[in-house]
C-alpha cells in the first residue's frame, strides 16, 4: 500500500469498479455526505450487475429532495441500468418517484430493505472481521427469513452476518495523505462504518493536508482502512 494516497483523477480512482462489483456508500443527508464526484466517476465507467449497500434513498440527477438540488448518489447508476440489487436503510421516498423505486416495480431491480442499525451493524462487522452479531431487531419479521436464531435470556436474536464489500465511497472533511479521516457533522452517520468495511476504501474530501497536520484526538477513520484519497474540486 503506497504511503502517500492521494489521486487527482477520479476516474482512475474507481476504474477497478467492474461488473458485478459490491459497492458501499456513505450517503445519508445530502451532497455534503454523499462522495458525488466518486459516483460520477463510476457512472461515466459504466460498470454493470453492480450491488449497492446504502442508507439513503436512491434519486434522479437534478431531482429535488428535501431542498437539494444538487443531491447526486446511487439513483443515477439505477437510472443507467448499472445496479442489479439495492440494499439500503431508506430505498424509497412514499410520495416521490425514484430511480429506485421506479425499477422496482418494473422488476428490473432486486431491493433489501433492512432496518437501519440492522445496516450499521453489518457494516460494523465486516470492519471489524467478526462473522456475526445476534441482534434484536427484525425478530418475528421478514428481516428474520433465513437466518440463525437464539436465545439469549429467554429473548430471541438473529444472526445477521457482516457485509462481503468490494468498494466502499466515502466522504469526509479533511484527509491526510495516509488517509487518515476526520469527519463534518453528520457524515459520521454512515461513512464511519462504510470506510471500514470495504476491501478498498476511496475517500473525496474538502481538504487534503500533509501528515502530523490533523489532530490525532480529531481523526475518526485511521489511514489503515482507506487505500485512495481525492480532493473535491472548488465546484464541488
Request: glycine share 10%; aromatic share 8%.
Amino acid at each position: 500500500m503506497p504511503i502517500d494516497k492521494v489521486l487527482k483523477n477520479f476516474d482512475e480512482a474507481v476504474a477497478d469498479i467492474s461488473d458485478g462489483a459490491v459497492v458501499a456508500l456513505s450517503c445519508f443527508g445530502g451532497p455534503l455526505h454523499a462522495p458525488q464526484n466518486l459516483i460520477r466517476a463510476v457512472a461515466r465507467n459504466g460498470p454493470k450487475d453492480l450491488t449497492v449497500i446504502a442508507h439513503a434513498v436512491g434519486v434522479a440527477e437534478g431531482q429535488i429532495v428535501f431542498g437539494w438540488p444538487l443531491h447526486v448518489d446511487h439513483g443515477i447508476w439505477i437510472e443507467r441500468e448499472m445496479v442489479r440489487k439495492l440494499i439500503a436503510g431508506f430505498p424509497f421516498l412514499p410520495t416521490v418517484e425514484t430511480p429506485p423505486k421506479r425499477e422496482w416495480k418494473a422488476g428490473r431491480l432486486e431491493v433489501v430493505n433492512l432496518p437501519h442499525g440492522t445496516l450499521q451493524v453489518k457494516l460494523w462487522a465486516a470492519g471489524a472481521g467478526v462473522g456475526g452479531v445476534y441482534v434484536r431487531t427484525g425478530v418475528g419479521t421478514v428481516v428474520e427469513e433465513g437466518k440463525e436464531k437464539r436465545l439469549f435470556d429467554g429473548e430471541e436474536y438473529i444472526l445477521e452476518e457482516p457485509f462481503k464489500i468490494d468498494f466502499s465511497l466515502v466522504r469526509a472533511y479533511k484527509a491526510d495523505r495516509l488517509g487518515n479521516l476526520i469527519y463534518d457533522g453528520c457524515q459520521r452517520a454512515t461513512a464511519v462504518m462504510v470506510a471500514r468495511a470495504g476491501k478498498i476504501t476511496i475517500a473525496e474530501v474538502d481538504e487534503i493536508v500533509e501528515v502530523g497536520e490533523l489532530n490525532p484526538e480529531h481523526i475518526i477513520t485511521p489511514g489503515i482502512y482507506v487505500h485512495r484519497i481525492l480532493e473535491v474540486p472548488k465546484e464541488g
